[in-house]
């Protein structure tokens, strides 16, 4: 078995980033939750080894799906267009609450014939990323369908959605305000969370990936919380029948068992 | 001297006068060691004048040496100033000759090309050509500027307009001979055109010239594929025969012309013959897929398929038996492409690989961008991307509505643990997902693995789950056994019939059977797909190692094989369900009454009824043999994991049940040990059915009884605590003292005094 080496240090998240802007945004808080916390601390991060959540990321062609994943993973930009073809796949690692864990990027094609292709990867994403060009306000327009064909694919409620206008230094200040003020309403009408990205300048690019790197991280934890302790009340029910008198404090005491030694 | 005069205490002055005969002492003893020196001095001093004149002597020496080392210095200088004067003269006469030489090879070059031409020798013009072009420019330059400036100026002219003239006549050659299609000529002023610097013209000529053969070819094969009588043995594949074709042709013609191009025009060049060939490759390509598209009426499927798909309630639904020719020819002409390709990429991998080998990095890293753009954007990978499009749609199509058939058409036979459709659906989708495969994309058959695991995950496990969800009907005991003698009875009619139907069920039996039937292929289900996903991991690392599919590749099979395996998860998560709603359902209903028997069988007994016991059995003998009827029948039908789970889900239940009523009776002394007898052939009994030991389900009854067994009450201190040895209590404090309780013949009191 080889090592692998550490996680590069601007990998590493130990505070819960923050949202781009609190008009739409998933979650408002500057922690991660308790649960989750304690549980990274005490490393009891559940049976599994390492924790992977898929992302996938949708929107039209020539939006820049691809600039902006090439920007995080390799921090590379390339003036000139390539269509993807099918599918692109990166795999970027992460330490989070002192946690190694990977996000699995999926870069769909955003051509129309290699649609049907890409379509078969939308299945099991924890986080559906559907992009759009700041400079084209159509491209926004296509995003409630792009969301709808990935979402057909998925449990409803079981992603997390994020709208993100690319190529931000391609617009003015003004425009730019003007475009957004449009997606924050597209993205709470869709559920998502916004943000607006350059992957020509990196801005916030590193920001929003790290942000769906923890929204993904500490919900993929909390699951496997529900489940360790889910099957340890299961075992610790079956066996015993609780006196009359002592059913009220069962529960609790189960409960506390399962925390302190899952 | 005036401290001392002052000094009048006696004391004091003899202090003093101590104080300077010491000090006088110490003089005199330097005095003395002084003298000692005197002689050794003087001895040294008489040395040294004797040196004096020696001295002089060295110096005049040493002024002699100086002088013969500066004439020595002065000598070298000169005599090396004269060898780099001779080697500057030696190289200029080196460069004389040179281009005397030169300028004579330039005059031979001339008179050459002059006979040569003349001859109609058109090696040899272009073999003085390129003599004359391998010169140095600025050696002609400067030849021109000599006193024979006119002269050579002449002769150069006539140089170049042979050159003219060469390159002229060789293209309108090589035109003439392509016309012709005579090879060997064609080979002839091919290997020409580099000794005149027209590499890239040379190229592009004779790639003109293999192309035209390559579309003679193909059209040939193309002509030959519409006149295909239907009933061909390959009639089927003959698209994909005819891309085979095709690139079959293409890198024979790659094969025979590399050692041409490597040895007439230098390694690295494969790659512009190529690039040129594959223009025409992609033409023909698209002629052929042309023709396939309106042949097989490609376009018009899919959009059928698609219409289909959107209204599952279409009527002109398209039978899927009728796409699976296609969708092999499809995978087929795909595998095709990407074995021509990989066959291009080495082949100018390993050109550029040893044309480079001196090149920098930015150099290589161009060059590998050439390669990308070239594979990737070429109409012929393209143009295959759109089928494969196509083709996975289709292909899921094939997939649900096959599976949907298989669980119509579900039959089950008496004997079989599982029904038909478990093997049919897994056969249905190891072939998708082998067709897939057979296309070696890997971007195909990770999609085919995805619609696979959503099939399976969503359509199909909702299929089994609805049927669990109808339950397992509940009946009386009574019921129970007259249900099992009429499902025999249908069970036996429907063999008759050869099916046995599960679509309508009416009768409860039939549901019994249904249900168990179920529960074995969720089972079954479970395990195949991690059989599945085991064979689709020897297969891609199989593929993978032929050298297909891109950096990621690997990693995107991972990533797609375990979202598969969690499928299976899901179906254990199923079957646990279905079980628990099978105890739940019908043995808990059953054994919940056997077991409240026990609290009609008095534990509150004399030495009499003991023995009368002992005799007769009053519940746990009946008690066991009902278990054993009621288990008899699952499991016959019940495959022996699903059994062994049951059994142990039972016999939780039992002990879980027998608690209860043991805390809800009274007991004697005799009567506890009636209950222990009880209790050991019940465990005894619960040992044989189980393949695992049941012991520890048992523990707190097993304590229990223990209690019961006791003397007096403060016995139980001598298993208690710091006496309690190997044995761990399941029982707390408060349900020991319940326990204990109920023997009627201990005190409260003292049970109450007990320091638990």
Redesign the interface.
């Known amino acids: 078995m080889h090592l692998v080496p550490p996680v590069s240090r601007d990998r590493v998240i130990s505070h819960f980033p923050k949202w781009y802007t609190p008009e739409a945004c998933l979650q408002f808080k500057d922690h991660f939750q308790a649960q989750v916390r304690s549980a990274c601390h005490q490393r009891n991060t559940g049976t599994v080894g390492l924790k992977i959540s898929k992302v996938v990321v949708v929107g039209d062609l020539f939006v820049g799906k691809t600039s902006l994943i090439n920007r995080f993973c390799k921090d590379i930009f390339d003036r000139d267009y390539k269509a993807t073809i099918g599918v692109d796949f990166e795999i970027e690692r992460f330490e989070i609450a002192g946690v190694p864990y990977n996000l699995q990027i999926w870069d769909t094609a955003g051509q129309e014939k290699f649609k049907c292709i890409a379509s078969a990867y939308y299945r099991g994403a924890e986080v559906i990323v559907t992009v759009f060009d700041l400079a084209d306000i159509q491209t926004l327009d296509h995003t409630k369908q792009w969301l709808e064909d990935a979402l057909r694919e998925n449990e409803p409620g079981s992603s997390f959605i994020f709208l993100v206008g690319t190529k931000k230094d391609l617009v003015s200040g003004a425009a730019c305000e003007r475009t957004e003020r449009d997606a924050i309403r597209f993205a709470s009408e869709m559920q998502a969370e916004y943000w607006s990205v350059s992957a020509k300048t990196g801005e916030n690019v590193k920001e929003f990936f790290s942000r769906v790197a923890a929204l993904a991280f500490e919900r993929s934890m909390l699951k496997e919380l529900e489940k360790s302790n889910g099957r340890m009340a299961q075992i610790g029910a079956g066996n015993l029948i609780k006196l009359e008198g002592n059913s009220l404090d069962a529960p609790e005491s189960n409960s506390q068992a399962s925390l302190s030694c899952c | 001297m005036e401290r001392i005069r002052a000094l009048t205490d006696l004391r004091e002055l003899e202090a003093a006068y101590g104080r300077l005969c010491a000090e006088e002492k110490v003089v005199e003893e330097e005095l003395e060691a002084l003298l000692e020196q005197q002689g050794t001095i003087e001895n040294k001093m008489v040395a040294l004048h004797r040196m004096g004149p020696n001295l002089q002597l060295i110096e005049g020496d040493a002024r002699q040496l100086a002088g013969m080392i500066t004439f020595t210095w002065n000598l070298a200088e000169n005599v090396s100033s004269k060898v780099r004067q001779l080697d500057l003269a030696k190289n200029r006469l080196y460069q004389a000759i040179q281009r005397a030489d030169d300028i004579l090879d330039l005059k031979f070059c001339m008179d050459g090309v002059q006979t040569a031409l003349r001859n109609e020798d058109y090696e040899q013009a272009a073999a003085h050509i390129h003599r004359y072009l391998s010169l140095d420019k600025s050696v002609i330059e400067l030849s021109r500027q000599g006193k024979e400036g006119s002269i050579i100026d002449a002769n150069l002219k006539l140089l170049q307009e042979a050159e003219q003239r060469l390159k002229t006549i060789v293209t309108e050659k090589f035109d003439l001979a392509m016309k012709q299609g005579d090879l060997p000529q064609v080979e002839r002023f091919f290997k020409i055109f580099p000794l005149l610097g027209l590499h890239e013209e040379g190229l592009s000529k004779f790639s003109e010239y293999l192309c035209k053969q390559v579309a003679n070819k193909a059209e040939e094969n193309l002509l030959l594929v519409m006149g295909t009588d239907m009933s061909d043995r390959r009639a089927a594949v003959i698209f994909a025969d005819t891309l085979t074709l095709l690139f079959e042709g293409i890198a024979r013609i790659v094969e025979t012309h590399q050692p041409i191009v490597e040895t007439y025009y230098g390694l690295g060049r494969l790659y512009t013959l190529i690039k040129h060939l594959q223009v025409e490759c992609d033409r023909q390509v698209e002629k052929v897929v042309d023709k396939f598209i309106k042949q097989r009426d490609y376009h018009r499927q899919f959009q059928q398929v698609q219409n289909s798909m959107m209204r599952s309630s279409a009527t002109e639904k398209i039978e899927p038996r009728e796409l699976d020719p296609i969708l092999t020819e499809v995978t087929l002409m795909n595998a095709r492409s990407e074995l021509y390709l990989r066959f291009i990429k080495r082949r100018i991998i390993s050109d550029f690989e040893v044309g480079d080998s001196m090149a920098s990095e930015e150099v290589k890293q161009e060059h590998q961008k050439y390669l990308d753009k070239l594979l990737?954007n070429c109409l012929l990978?393209?143009t295959m991307?759109?089928l494969?499009?196509?083709y996975?749609?289709m292909e899921?199509y094939f997939m649900r509505e096959t599976v949907n058939k298989a669980v119509a058409m579900d039959t089950y036979e008496k004997g079989q643990l599982i029904s038909s459709m478990v093997d049919d659906v897994f056969y249905i989708v190891k072939k998708c997902i082998g067709r897939a495969l057979s296309s070696s994309s890997i971007?195909?058959l990770?999609?085919?693995i995805?619609?696979s695991?959503?099939e399976l995950e969503s359509d199909f496990r909702e299929v089994l789950y609805n049927k669990l969800k109808l339950g397992f009907p509940a009946t009386t005991f009574q019921d129970f056994q007259r249900g099992v003698t009429s499902a025999v009875n249908i069970m036996h009619s429907s063999l008759q019939q050869g099916k046995f139907d599960t679509k309508g069920i009416e009768s409860t039996d039939e549901a019994k059977q249904s249900f168990l039937v179920t529960l074995n292929n969720v089972e079954v289900c479970s395990e195949n797909i991690m059989t599945l996903k085991k064979t689709l991991e020897s297969d891609c690392s199989k593929l993978l190692s032929q050298g297909f599919g891109g950096e990621?590749a690997q990693?995107?099979i991972d990533?797609c094989l375990s979202?598969m395996a969690?499928v299976s998860n899901k179906f254990r998560d199923l079957l646990q369900e279905g079980l628990n709603e099978l105890n739940s359902s019908a043995i808990k209903p059953q054994v919940k009454p056997w077991i409240n028997l026990f609290l009609s069988v008095s534990h509150n007994i004399e030495e009499e009824e003991f023995n009368d016991y002992e005799a007769n059995d009053p519940w746990v003998q009946q008690f066991i043999v009902n278990l054993e009827q009621q288990m008899a029948e699952f499991k016959s039908g019940l495959s022996p994991v699903i059994y062994d789970s049951l059994t142990s889900l039972m016999t939780?239940l039992v002990?879980?049940e027998l608690?209860?009523v043991v805390l809800k009776s009274t007991f004697s002394r005799l009567g506890g040990l009636q209950f222990d007898k009880e209790l050991r052939s019940l465990i005894a009994y619960l040992t044989t059915v189980t393949t695992w030991t049941i012991r520890d389900?048992f523990a707190?009854l097993s304590q229990m009884a223990t209690i019961l067994n006791l003397e007096r009450v403060t016995e139980i201190l001598d298993y208690w605590g710091p006496n309690s040895g190997p044995l761990t209590w399941r029982l707390?404090p408060?349900?020991v003292r319940?326990v204990l309780a109920l023997r009627i013949d201990f005190r409260s009191e003292d049970i109450k005094r007990l320091r638990l």
């Open positions: 990737n990978s393209r991307q759109e494969i499009g196509y996975i749609t899921e971007d195909c990770c999609a085919m995805n619609h695991t959503t990621q990693a995107k990533s979202d969690a939780s002990a879980i608690e209860k389900k707190r707390t408060a349900e319940q």
